[in-house]
C-alpha cells in the first residue's frame, strides 16, 4: 500500500522567491513518483515523475524534485517564482505496473508581487 | 489530440435523486479511472478500468454508485441516491497501456456535483 503526506495546506511566497513544496511518501514497493498541478476548474496535469534512474528529475515551467529514498521524500523546488505558478499541487505515489495512483492532499501556492 | 472530456461540468441536484457523469478518454488510451475530489482533498481513486473490465472498484461505494464502460471506451459514473457527502468534483482520467505502469494520466476537467 502506498501513501503521501504532504505538508502545509498553503505556501506563500513573494514573486521572484524560492518555491519549495513538501512531500513524504510510504510505499511497500519501490515508488513511483509524481507532482500534479491543479489550476482552477481545470483537471490536474503532470508537472514531473520519478520512476527509476536519475534522482533529480527536472519538470515543465522550470520545476524540479528530488528523490531521496533515506527520507521518503520527494519535495518540488523552483528557484523563482512567478504569478503565473499560483495554483494547487499534488504529490502522488504509485507502485508501478497497473497499481493506481494515490494523490496527498494538496498544497495551494499563493504568489504575491 | 483530443484531451479526456467529461459532461455535464456543472450539476445541481437535492439529496436522494441520482446524478450520471459521461466520460470520454483520449483514443487509444486502455486505461479510464474515475476519482473523487472533495473540497479541500486530494483526488481520491473511485474504480479503475482496464478496457471494458475493472481492476480495481474498492473504494466504490457500491450501494449507491456505479459505473460502467461499454465496448472500452466512454464510461458513465452513476450516483443514486445522492447524499450530501456526495457534493465533489468527479475527475476522469484515461491512460495508455505503455504508460499505465508509470501512471501517467490525463484529466478531464471534472464534473461539479453540489447535493442540497
Known amino acids: 500500500a502506498q501513501s503521501v503526506t504532504q505538508l502545509g495546506s498553503h505556501v506563500s511566497v513573494s514573486e521572484g522567491a524560492l518555491v519549495l513544496l513538501r512531500c513524504n511518501y510510504s510505499?511497500?514497493?519501490?515508488?513511483?513518483l509524481f507532482w500534479y498541478v491543479q489550476y482552477p476548474n481545470q483537471g490536474l496535469q503532470l508537472l514531473l515523475k520519478?520512476?527509476?534512474?536519475?534522482?533529480l528529475v527536472k519538470g515543465i515551467n522550470g520545476f524540479e524534485a528530488e528523490f531521496k529514498k533515506s527520507e521518503t521524500s520527494f519535495h518540488l523546488t523552483k528557484p523563482s517564482a512567478h504569478m503565473s505558478d499560483a495554483a494547487e499541487y499534488f504529490c502522488?505515489?504509485?507502485?508501478?505496473?497497473?497499481?493506481?495512483?494515490?494523490f496527498g492532499k494538496g498544497t495551494m501556492l499563493l504568489v504575491s508581487p | 489530440e483530443a484531451g479526456v472530456a467529461q459532461s455535464p461540468r456543472y450539476k445541481i441536484i437535492e439529496k436522494r435523486q441520482s446524478v450520471a457523469f459521461w466520460c470520454n478518454p483520449i483514443?487509444?488510451?486502455?486505461?479510464l479511472y474515475w476519482y473523487q475530489q472533495i473540497l479541500g482533498q486530494g483526488p481520491k481513486l473511485l474504480i479503475q478500468?482496464?478496457?471494458?473490465?475493472?481492476?480495481?472498484d474498492s473504494q466504490l461505494p457500491k450501494d449507491r454508485f456505479s459505473a460502467e464502460r461499454l465496448k472500452g471506451v466512454d464510461s458513465t459514473l452513476k450516483i443514486q441516491p445522492a447524499k450530501l457527502e456526495d457534493s465533489a468534483v468527479y475527475l476522469c482520467?484515461?491512460?495508455?497501456?505503455?504508460?499505465?505502469?508509470?501512471?501517467?494520466?490525463?484529466f478531464g476537467e471534472g464534473s461539479r456535483l453540489t447535493v442540497l
Open positions: 502522488a505515489v504509485s507502485g508501478g505496473g497497473y497499481s493506481t495512483l494515490t
Open positions: 510505499s511497500s514497493v519501490p515508488p513511483y
Open positions: 520519478y520512476t527509476t534512474g536519475a534522482t
Open positions: 483514443s487509444g488510451h486502455a486505461t
Open positions: 478500468f482496464q478496457n471494458n473490465g475493472v481492476v480495481d
Open positions: 482520467a484515461s491512460a495508455s497501456g505503455q504508460f499505465a505502469n508509470t501512471g501517467e494520466l490525463f
